[in-house]
């Protein structure tokens, strides 16, 4: 259920929250959102911009789920992307600076870009694309192992999800939110015109609700949101380092931080919500790693992770409303880095009514259940 009617019904003497309230020790926020990563927390500084009163509730820490998991490449322009992705992805992608900007202006944290070009490989050029010399190639990744791959350079930026993730939690409570942490929702229903939350740490009533619950989201939503756990690697960049490139090919990528340390990833994994690394996995990134841009054989590891991508059956995130107060924002899969300012800002015209930046009709809840009655 995404935002149920209680099973009590109605409430018939509604007309006495207020004594009701103060009976229940009932909390009150304008709009409660479940989940502070990135969607929730963008989310959140784009009402509270707006002028709502916004609370946050997690279970765990801000930012500390799949959003500091990423690698941090803001993908926009990736070939590999459902096509039907590109009109949220280029909002976002044009969204990106002034977001930055705000977060550094309340937070008093830069989120530097951290890489400004990507060097793709593909088995066949795209449409479009022209593809890269040798002597090219060799500039921007020096000894690359081009194989039967096509490579070709996008401009395209990155970002250190981890500089993120001391930015915007802190922005947010500049801003007023109030970001509840160590605190689970667990549950949700509209009743008399408003919604109950139940929480780990008592009842909550907002007037409005937006679950941005990650790879849990299925949980409160009975969206069919699962999770793909990615596992990454941190190595010391070798030498000849990669020219401030991002290299990337269809079965891992290599992002370079600019201080040093390269980000190797990912695996694509159904393991249900595991978060163990395994080492047979992280070997298996750096041969895909080493095969592809050799120098990184003589590079020392420095980390390993993993983290769980929210995922949907058709790998389109689902923006809308769920019910007369509830909204869903989720299942961003492996672009909800790139695609948070963009999803905010959708949700933010859809709670005030405004005109929406873009047609987000590939983005509806009710595709789930259309496609499951058409038996697809
Ligand atoms: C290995 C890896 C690499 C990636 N690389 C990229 C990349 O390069 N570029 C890109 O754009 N994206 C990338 N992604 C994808 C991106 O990280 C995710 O799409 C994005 O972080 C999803 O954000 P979220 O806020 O929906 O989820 P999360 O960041 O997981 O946040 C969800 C939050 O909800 C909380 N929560 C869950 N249930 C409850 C509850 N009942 N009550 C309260 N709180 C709850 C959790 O504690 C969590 O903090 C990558 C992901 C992974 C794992």
Redesign the pocket.
Same mark, same amino acid.
């Given at each position: 259920m995404l935002c149920r009617e209680t099973a009590r019904g109605p409430a018939r003497d509604w007309g006495c929250s207020r004594a009701r309230n103060k009976i229940d020790d009932v909390k009150r926020t304008e709009v409660a959102i479940?989940?502070?990563?990135?969607?929730?927390l963008s989310a959140a500084l784009e009402l509270a911009d707006a002028g709502l009163r916004v609370t946050i509730?997690?279970?765990?820490r801000?930012?500390?789920?799949?959003?500091s998991?990423?690698?941090?490449?803001?993908?926009a322009s990736d070939p590999e992307n459902p096509a039907a992705l590109r009109p949220l992805a280029e909002l976002s992608a044009r969204l990106y600076p002034k977001f930055l900007e705000r977060i550094e202006e309340l937070s008093g944290e830069r989120v530097p870009i951290r890489t400004r070009r990507v060097i793709q490989g593909m088995l066949e050029l795209p449409e479009d694309f022209q593809e890269l010399t040798e002597a090219e190639l060799e500039t921007a990744a020096p000894g690359i192992v081009t194989e039967e791959l096509r490579f070709f350079s996008l401009d395209e930026e990155s970002l250190d999800?981890r500089d993120l993730a001391a930015a915007l939690p802190k922005a947010a409570r500049a801003m007023g939110i109030t970001l509840l942490e160590d605190?689970?929702?667990?549950e949700v229903r509209e009743r008399g015109g408003e919604i109950e939350i139940d929480t780990s740490a008592g009842r909550w009533v907002a007037e409005k609700f937006i679950h941005?619950? $990650? %790879?849990?989201a299925a949980?409160?939503s009975g969206l069919p949101i699962t999770p793909r756990k990615?596992?990454?690697v941190m190595v010391e960049e070798p030498r000849p380092a990669l020219a401030g490139v991002v290299l990337r090919s269809p079965g891992v990528y290599l992002v370079p931080r600019g201080d040093g340390r390269v980000v190797i $990833? %990912?695996t694509v994994e159904d393991a249900g919500f595991d978060k163990q690394v395994e080492q047979k996995a992280i070997a298996g990134l750096l041969d895909k790693a080493a095969a592809l841009w050799p120098p990184v054989r003589q590079s020392r590891m420095v980390e390993s992770w993993?983290?769980?991508?929210?995922a949907t059956p058709d790998g389109l995130p689902v923006i809308d409303a769920c019910g007369e107060r509830c909204w869903f924002a989720?299942g961003?899969?492996?672009?909800?880095?790139?695609?948070a300012p963009g999803t905010a800002r959708l949700l933010r015209e859809m709670i005030l009514g405004e005109p929406l930046s873009i047609d987000v009709s590939d983005f509806g809840c009710g595709r789930f259940a259309a496609a499951a009655a058409r038996g697809s």
């Open positions: 479940t989940g502070g990563g990135i969607i929730g509730f997690d279970r765990g801000g930012m500390a789920e799949a959003s998991a990423a690698a941090g490449m803001l993908a999800p605190t689970e929702i667990t941005a619950s $990650g %790879a849990w949980r409160l990615g596992q990454m $990833g %990912a993993a983290g769980l991508r929210p989720g961003h899969f492996r672009n909800g880095i790139l695609l």
